[in-house]
């Protein structure tokens, strides 16, 4: 049982080039999350998918998009990096309830 | 959008100390949940509180709904130095879906010098 898995722990890229971040979970959960955390903040949820099949922006989904390939995965794409984009991204899932969620161990990303 | 406030933004602590910090926002909140983050991992939920009033233990850690439901509290008692790190309050209001989580910027925890 390894939780929440994410790929690559690191990364960097220059402005305008793309990427995918992955992110699976081993627990049946139906619900996943994508956040990114910048310096001295709190995480911003930039999309989450509340089941197998549905996707919904949160609050910072601009330069992003996401596909919820199966139960499992749920992977987050830059299409075209930008400077400000440069973070730590955490994806999450959650079951039953808020005492059964877990986040992954991050993706520091840097755009130069 | 909303925001949540959370004091203080760095303490130091003493091993047997008691730690206390708080969130405070303008907007009501139906849930609220307190996370620990340590260096280069993700943030681990440490306590969830659904009712206003609501006080809840989790080992050394106690947590309080505020009766206003506008803010929360988090104590730890007889701290210990695997306590440090960076706490985070996150609220939820009502009507919210569960993807509108909002986060505090954090309480950072570290051992006195």
Same mark, same amino acid.
């Given at each position: 049982?390894?939780?929440?898995?994410?790929?690559?722990?690191?990364?960097?890229?220059?402005?305008?080039?793309?990427?995918?971040?992955?992110?699976?979970?081993?627990?049946?959960?139906?619900?996943?999350?994508?956040?990114?955390?910048?310096?001295?903040?709190?995480?911003?949820?930039?999309?989450? $998918?509340? $089941?197998?099949?549905?996707?919904?922006?949160?609050?910072?989904?601009?330069?992003?998009?996401?596909?919820?390939?199966?139960?499992?995965?749920?992977?987050?794409?830059?299409?075209?990096?930008?400077? $400000?984009?440069?973070?730590?991204?955490?994806?999450?899932?959650?079951?039953?309830?808020?005492?059964?969620?877990?986040?992954?161990?991050?993706?520091?990303?840097?755009?130069? | 959008?909303?925001?949540?406030?959370?004091?203080?933004?760095?303490?130091?602590?003493?091993?047997?100390?008691?730690?206390?910090?708080?969130?405070?926002?303008?907007?009501?909140?139906?849930?609220?949940?307190?996370?620990?983050?340590?260096?280069?991992?993700?943030?681990?939920?440490?306590?969830?509180?659904?009712?206003?009033?609501?006080?809840?233990?989790?080992?050394?850690?106690?947590?309080?709904?505020?009766?206003?439901?506008?803010?929360?509290?988090?104590?730890?008692?007889?701290?210990?130095?695997?306590?440090?790190?960076?706490?985070?309050?996150?609220?939820?209001?009502?009507?919210?879906?569960?993807?509108?989580?909002?986060?505090?910027?954090?309480?950072?925890?570290?051992?006195?010098?």
């Amino acid at each position: 049982n390894a939780g929440v898995t994410q790929t690559p722990k690191f990364q960097v890229l220059k402005t305008g080039q793309s990427m995918t971040l992955q992110c699976a979970q081993d627990m049946n959960h139906n619900s996943m999350y994508w956040y990114r955390q910048d310096p001295g903040m709190g995480l911003r949820l930039i999309y989450y $998918s509340a $089941s197998e099949g549905t996707t919904d922006k949160g609050e910072v989904p601009n330069g992003y998009n996401v596909s919820r390939l199966n139960k499992r995965e749920f992977s987050l794409r830059l299409e075209s990096a930008a400077p $400000s984009q440069t973070s730590v991204y955490f994806c999450a899932s959650m079951g039953g309830g808020w005492l059964e969620q877990y986040f992954g161990p991050g993706t520091r990303l840097t755009v130069t | 959008g909303q925001q949540l406030n959370q004091s203080p933004q760095s303490m130091f602590i003493q091993e047997g100390e008691d730690v206390s910090m708080n969130c405070t926002s303008s907007s009501i909140f139906n849930t609220w949940l307190w996370y620990k983050q340590d260096p280069g991992e993700g943030p681990v939920l440490l306590i969830a509180l659904y009712k206003a009033g609501e006080l809840t233990s989790n080992g050394r850690l106690t947590a309080q709904f505020g009766i206003t439901r506008k803010d929360s509290f988090l104590n730890i008692s007889a701290s210990i130095p695997s306590d440090v790190g960076i706490y985070f309050c996150a609220g939820l209001n009502y009507g919210g879906s569960q993807g509108n989580l909002i986060f505090g910027k954090g309480t950072k925890l570290s051992v006195k010098p």
